[in-house]
């Protein structure tokens, strides 16, 4: 015999949030897209780092050159 408890815990759950299947092809369109996004932004980032350790070096080297 099952657990009544069991029974109408899952009864209230599939009530409460009105679950409905998602296709696995838009599951896979939704991964893809955070996954560009992600890439996006790693490669912003990355660019920043850059151009930030670029102006850094080149001032430095202004500063020591000059002085």
């Known amino acids: 015999m099952s657990?009544?408890?069991d029974t109408f815990h899952t009864l209230v759950?599939?009530?409460?949030?009105?679950?409905t299947l998602v296709p696995a092809a838009e599951i896979r369109l939704r991964g893809d897209r955070?996954?560009?996004?992600?890439i996006a932004l790693q490669a912003l980032v990355a660019a920043s780092?850059?151009?930030v350790v670029a102006w850094?070096?080149?001032?430095g080297g202004?500063?020591?050159g000059r002085g």
């Open 13 to 19: 759950l599939v009530e409460e949030l009105d679950l």
């Open 34 to 38: 955070m996954r560009r996004r992600r």
């Open 49 to 51: 780092v850059v151009a």
């Open 56 to 59: 850094g070096t080149l001032i």
């Open 62 to 64: 202004w500063s020591h």
């Open 3 to 5: 657990d009544l408890f």
